[in-house]
């Protein structure tokens, strides 16, 4: 959990020091904008935390899509509205660890990226993250990386 949370506020700080016209400009993401970057880092907040709402028998009420459409929207979200999007669904998946019964942790979800345990999201999460500060390319540093990410190495994407 610590580090989705460190990675939150990483990621937060890099997309914050972005100007708004910034987000349209390319990233390090092969054929990706910066605005799709973010969109995909809220949208996998997003994902998580609905599936392991559901997981854990409370289905959300205004399910929202986190597919391949969903990210091609989000992408083209105004500024303001692609920061919202991101703090909201980082809100909600921490809310949603936070509340979740201890047993459920025990569960698996079937995420678009494969089935994960949910004791295994936080980790997951955490790269995600790592990976999109870098892809902003706007000072994120291998270096900045926690240790413990630093030593496993972050999957390609």
């Given at each position: 959990m610590e580090l989705a949370r460190f990675g939150t506020a990483y990621f937060a700080r890099r997309l914050n020091a972005l100007e708004d016209r910034a987000l349209g400009q390319a990233s390090a993401r092969a054929g990706w904008s910066r605005a799709r970057v973010v969109a995909s880092v809220a949208l996998q907040a997003?994902?998580?935390?609905?599936?392991?709402?559901?997981?854990?028998?409370?289905?959300?009420e205004d399910w929202a899509e986190t597919d391949l459409a969903a990210l091609e929207?989000?992408?083209?979200?105004?500024?303001?509205?692609?920061?919202h999007l991101f703090a909201h669904a980082a809100v909600?998946?921490?809310?949603?660890?936070?509340?979740?019964?201890?047993?459920?942790?025990a569960e698996t979800v079937?995420?678009?990226?494969?089935?994960?345990?949910?004791?295994?999201?936080?980790k997951l999460r955490a790269e995600v993250l790592w990976l999109g500060a870098l892809d902003l390319a706007n000072g994120a540093r291998l270096r900045d990386l926690p240790k413990d990410l630093q030593a496993q190495g972050l999957p390609e994407h």
């Open positions: 997003r994902e998580i935390a609905q599936l392991v709402e559901a997981a854990s028998g409370q289905r959300p929207l989000a992408e083209t979200l105004p500024p303001r509205a692609l920061r909600h998946l921490e809310v949603v660890w936070r509340d979740l019964p201890a047993d459920a942790w079937q995420l678009s990226t494969g089935a994960v345990g949910i004791a295994q999201t936080p």
